[in-house]
């Protein structure tokens, strides 16, 4: 067969996935289940999928702020998000004939707080909807995905709009670990995984209050 012929039968393998694990607020589809799902096939008919990372991007958004304790201390606190963009291309290779190669351009990306597991949770973002996406894998629509939306279709939050939104918040005097709760109560998702037309909306809201407030 070539290289054609044995994603087709890939393809075959596995026309649907169910949304089994579970997050703190909904169900989804993890990486190793996607993953286990094609192995399988992916071996028996030798084919390779190599990753490169074409162009790293790294945004970094710190907000800095007091927090008061239980004592009515306030101590001054720092917040830094680190959102990972990776431009890739995914290349299949026939082992059968190792000339024969598909190059795919592909994207991922990761939001990570501690700044050292950006990368990996972009690559695993990656290869997790590029298999998806690839072989046309369809997963229930009962909820979106446990940490990042889709690819190419919804423009995710961006770092400029997290920082905007954590001083908005602050400003207000809100604590600062109060933010995820609010966001998951309108939009039952944390900041990080609002798209960018939800982070506006929520921008909007912190902004009503400010004026609220500064007129009251």
Partial sequence: MNIYQKLIEVRKEVPYIQKADQGSQYKYTGSSRVLASLKKKMDELGLLLVPAITKPTLHESTVEYEETDQKGNKKPKRTT?????????????????????????????????????GVGKAL??????????????????DDPDS?????????MITSKQVG??????HELGFSADAINQQTLKLYKKQLTQLTEDLADDFITKLQAMKAEKETA
């Fill in 81 to 117: 998000t680190y959102f990972t963009e990776l431009e890739m291309t995914m290349t299949w290779i026939n082992s059968d004939e190792p000339k024969e190669q598909i190059s795919v351009p592909w994207y991922g990306q990761g939001v990570d707080i501690a700044g050292e597991k």
């Fill in 124 to 141: 695993t973002y990656a290869e997790k909807y590029f298999m998806l996406k690839f072989f046309n894998i369809a997963t229930d629509k």
């Fill in 147 to 155: 940490f990042q939306q889709t690819h190419g279709l919804v423009n």
């Fill in 164 to 169: 905007e939104a954590k001083m908005m918040w």
